[in-house]
Nanobody, 127 residues
């Protein structure tokens, strides 16, 4: 059974950094595209980044380009999101998701049923 467990969230001051982790079980991650998504209070869930099955192609939302970096360690079945220069508007519940291919990962925020989800980890950016 597929399970995704996120960790690494917390409270950080503006300009600070956090690294989120997502550990997958019940699935071999190198056969799936994996991504990070977030949902702020009162807002719709949005895609932060998706990475291809091979890990060779990653894309990012414009709002996080140059600040966030996605990586994966297939040997550990783990996905990471390094978040630098955090801003208050980055405050959200961050979710890890997997989909069969990157194109479906890109759709997950608007069509949640095309992939599988973790429970989320809270990131709060505040002084």
């Amino acid at each position: 059974q597929l399970q995704l467990v996120e960790s690494g969230g917390g409270l950080v001051q503006p300009g600070g950094s956090l690294r989120l982790s997502c550990v997958a079980s019940g699935v071999t991650t190198d056969r799936y595209a994996i991504g990070w998504f977030r949902q702020a209070p009162g807002k719709e869930r949005e895609r932060v980044s998706c990475i291809s099955e091979s890990g060779s192609v990653a894309n990012y939302a414009d709002s996080v380009k140059g600040r966030f970096a996605l990586s994966r360690d297939n040997a550990k079945n783990t996905l990471y999101l390094q978040m630098n220069d955090l801003k208050p508007e980055d405050t959200a519940l961050y979710y890890c998701g997997v989909a069969p291919v990157q194109a479906l990962c890109m759709l997950m925020a608007s069509t949640p049923s095309v992939g599988s989800w973790g429970q989320g980890t809270q990131v709060t950016v505040s002084s």
